[in-house]
């Protein structure tokens, strides 16, 4: 099992930039995909983008691609999500996921929400 707290959100303005971070703990993260996705106010979960632990290679949705980055620290056990001109519907609570490659994601964080407007 692997435990997951994001950190990071707030309220910005349309344009603004903000980079969330998730820390993980309880199991080494070689064989992990660690995931970003997001649900606003009456829509279903919507998958952002996600990073395969061991090479660092990163994949996005179309709605935030060019826009969002995924990183992660090898030391600090932590992924990131930087999130560059963001726009009002990017507002979502943001969760952080892992699954072992190959498999569902099963764990989860608490959510940090987003907030953008004027």
């Known amino acids: 099992q692997v435990q997951l707290v994001e950190s990071g959100g707030g309220r910005v303005q349309p344009g603004s930039s903000l980079k969330l971070s998730c820390a993980a703990s309880?199991?080494?993260?070689?064989?992990?995909?660690m995931a970003w996705f997001r649900q606003a106010p009456g829509k279903a979960r919507e998958f952002v983008g996600n990073?395969?632990?061991?090479?660092?290679?990163?994949d996005y949705a179309d709605s935030v691609k060019g826009r969002f980055t995924i990183s992660r620290d090898n030391a600090k056990n932590t992924v990131f999500l930087q999130m560059n001109s963001l726009k009002p519907e990017d507002t979502a609570v943001y969760y952080c996921?892992?699954?072992?490659?190959?498999?569902?994601?099963?764990?989860w964080g608490q959510g940090t929400q987003v907030t953008v407007s004027s």
């Open positions: 996921a892992a699954a072992v490659t190959g498999r569902s994601y099963t764990n």
């Open positions: 309880g199991r080494t993260l070689s064989s992990y995909i």
């Open positions: 990073i395969r632990w061991s090479a660092g290679l990163a």
